[in-house]
């Protein structure tokens, strides 16, 4: 199993710029999560999925959206990015069954200039 | 609302001493409780977890805590702390079926 994987690990955009974090996991999790790190801040949840189809707004979900089109995938859009979106997103998915653990992909450090 | 908060930002402590890492949650309901860590320019990875039964969770490098129901605490704690430590740590609270929330994060800094 690879787990869960993020493209690209590291992006420059200018202000404006719109751009996709993809997101996909191989271990049939229903429950995906987009969480932004930034320094003091711990990690904030953007949006979250319990399951194809379904999406919802997490702590920070403005100026990101979501879709779940399929179990593996869950992308992250940023249609007009801003400076206050430089942070490191980190995607996640979740056991529903007994252990409840959430799994974290490696990451991808975003700039906006 | 859930909601998890970390009381100290940064924990100094010298190599070889004991430490704990204070966690606090919030919830009307019965939840699950998670401690991750974060070494240095890494993704995040699971340290110990509380679903239900005993009280006291042993995870992995020696660290464990204790559920506290009625302090709605969850304190990471570890006997003898080394210089690998050095990472941040982080408190979760989900429930069944709902999402996770974590705290701010505790840096520890292992003192030579």
């Known amino acids: 199993n690879a787990g869960v994987t993020q493209t690209p690990k590291f992006q420059v955009l200018k202000t404006g710029q719109s751009m996709t974090l993809q997101c996909a996991q191989d271990?049939?999790?229903?429950?995906m999560s987009w969480y932004r790190q930034d320094p003091g801040m711990g990690l904030r949840l953007i949006h979250y999925?319990?399951?194809?189809?379904?999406?919802d707004q997490g702590e920070v979900p403005n100026g990101y959206n979501v879709s779940r089109s399929t179990t593996e995938d869950f992308p992250l859009r940023l249609l007009s990015a801003a400076p206050s979106q430089t942070s490191v997103y980190f995607c996640?998915?979740?056991?529903?069954?007994?252990?409840?653990?959430?799994?974290f992909g490696p990451g991808t450090r975003l700039t906006v200039t | 609302a859930q909601s998890v908060t970390q009381l100290d930002s940064q924990v100094p402590v010298f190599e070889e001493a004991p430490v704990e890492l204070r966690c606090n949650y919030s919830?009307?309901?019965?939840?699950?409780l998670f401690w991750y860590v974060q070494y240095p320019n890494q993704g995040l990875q699971l340290l110990l977890k509380?679903?239900?039964?005993?009280?006291l969770v042993k995870g992995i490098n020696g660290f464990e805590a204790e559920f506290n129901k009625s302090q709605t605490s969850f304190h990471l704690r570890k006997p003898s702390v080394h210089i690998s430590d050095t990472a941040e740590y982080f408190c979760?609270?989900?429930?069944?079926?709902?999402?996770?929330?974590f705290g701010k994060g505790t840096r520890l800094h292992i003192l030579p």
């Open positions: 996640a998915s979740k056991d529903q069954g007994v252990s409840y653990e959430q799994y």
């Open positions: 271990m049939n999790h229903e429950y």
């Open positions: 999925s319990v399951g194809a189809g379904i999406t």
């Open positions: 919830s009307s309901v019965s939840v699950y």
């Open positions: 509380y679903l239900s039964g005993s009280t």
């Open positions: 979760a609270v989900t429930q069944r079926d709902d999402k996770i929330i």
